[in-house]
C-alpha cells in the first residue's frame, strides 16, 4: 500500500502564489494533483509521469498559471507550483499516484490508485 501526504495549502489573495507538496511513499508511473470544489465533481488538475520523461499533462483551467514539478533530490515527491491564483481556483486539492494506462497519466481516476487526504487552497478575491 502506498502511502500519499499532501502539505502546504493555505488561503491566500487572488494574483497570490502558493506550493503545495506531495511525498508518496512508493515510487509510481504517475504523480497527479486533482481538486474538488464544494458542490462540484472531483477534476484533474495536473499529471506528470514520474518515473518515466516528466511529461506532464495540465487541465485547460490551469495551463500557464500552475506548473507541475518532481524534486530531483527526494523521490517520490511531487510540488504544485501555482501562480496568478483566482478565486475559482479554491478547492480541496489532492494528491495521487499509480500506475497509468498504456504509458500515460492522465486525468482519470483508474490511473490512480493511491490518494492523499487534501489540502485546503482557498483564493479570496
Known amino acids: 500500500q502506498v502511502q500519499v501526504a499532501e502539505s502546504g495549502g493555505g488561503s491566500v489573495q487572488a494574483g497570490g502564489f502558493l506550493r503545495l507538496s506531495c511525498k508518496a511513499s512508493y515510487s509510481t508511473f504517475c504523480m497527479g494533483w486533482f481538486r474538488q470544489a464544494p458542490g462540484k465533481a472531483r477534476e484533474g488538475v495536473a499529471t506528470i509521469r514520474s518515473r518515466s520523461d516528466g511529461y506532464a499533462e495540465y487541465a485547460n483551467p490551469v495551463k500557464g498559471r500552475f506548473t507541475i514539478a518532481l524534486d530531483p533530490a527526494a523521490e517520490s515527491t511531487v510540488y504544485l507550483l501555482m501562480n496568478s491564483l483566482e478565486p475559482e481556483d479554491t478547492a480541496m486539492y489532492y494528491c495521487?499516484?499509480?500506475?497509468?494506462?498504456?504509458?500515460?497519466?492522465?486525468?482519470?481516476?483508474?490511473?490512480?490508485?493511491?490518494w492523499g487526504q487534501g489540502t485546503q487552497v482557498t483564493v479570496s478575491s
Open positions: 495521487a499516484a499509480g500506475p497509468g494506462f498504456a504509458g500515460q497519466c492522465l486525468f482519470y481516476p483508474s490511473h490512480f490508485d493511491y
